[in-house]
């Protein structure tokens, strides 16, 4: 596998985000101690996290909450259900699985850097910039004129991160048209 290169936003993290003395870039919740998050819960609740394992769950996940997330589909099974640590690590599988050197992949732009360079170190990508002139709104034609033959993934991400974008409903209708037409 080709090696991806350095993560930018993560070096720039590393340097700054406790050392700057305003930081405006965090995109996570304003932190807390355990026992402040506590103290919101219910004496039931308090006493089931203090019960609570800390070691390390079946690889797939933990199977009462691959069972919990199986029961919120009619048809699914928590046999089917794989989880992760978080969103970049799925992401990560995902690709690997559906792209390979010969496939074509289209990613929005600006994103998150993984969003790009994790597909990048696949096989070839094109980036379709949101639009900033008209509320970073996404160009379904420009999509549609990117897609290839070998085009096997079409990345988004909405709430869009950074923008905080919100995709509107006909665009994302158009979106999902669109990746039906041509199997995407």
């Known amino acids: 596998m080709t090696a991806l290169p350095d993560f930018k936003l993560e070096q720039h993290f590393s340097r700054w985000e406790f050392a700057a003395r305003y930081n405006l870039a965090a995109s996570d919740a304003q932190s807390m101690s355990l026992r ?5 819960a219910a ?18 996940g933990a199977p009462d909450l691959r069972e919990a997330i199986a029961a919120t589909y009619e048809k ?10 978080g969103a970049e690590e799925g992401l990560f599988a995902a690709m690997q699985v559906l792209l390979d050197r010969d496939s074509h992949a289209i990613v929005v732009t600006p994103n998150y850097q993984s969003a ?13 910039p949101l639009d ?30 950074p923008t905080g974008k919100v995709l ?6 158009a979106l999902i048209a669109l990746c039906r037409k041509y199997g995407i």
Do not use: M
């Open 132 to 161: 900033p002139e008209c509320g970073w709104r996404l160009d379904i034609d420009r999509v549609a004129a990117a897609i290839r033959s070998n085009t096997k993934l079409i990345s988004i991400n909405f709430p869009h991160n």
């Open 76 to 85: 699914q099974q928590a046999g089917n259900i794989l989880c992760f640590a």
């Open 36 to 40: 402040d998050l506590l103290d919101l």
């Open 43 to 60: 004496p039931a609740e308090q006493e089931a996290f203090d019960r609570s394992w800390l070691g390390y769950t079946e690889t797939f």
């Open 168 to 173: 509107e409903q006909d665009r994302f209708d």
């Open 116 to 128: 790009e360079t994790v597909p990048l170190s696949l096989c070839a990508v094109t980036g379709i």
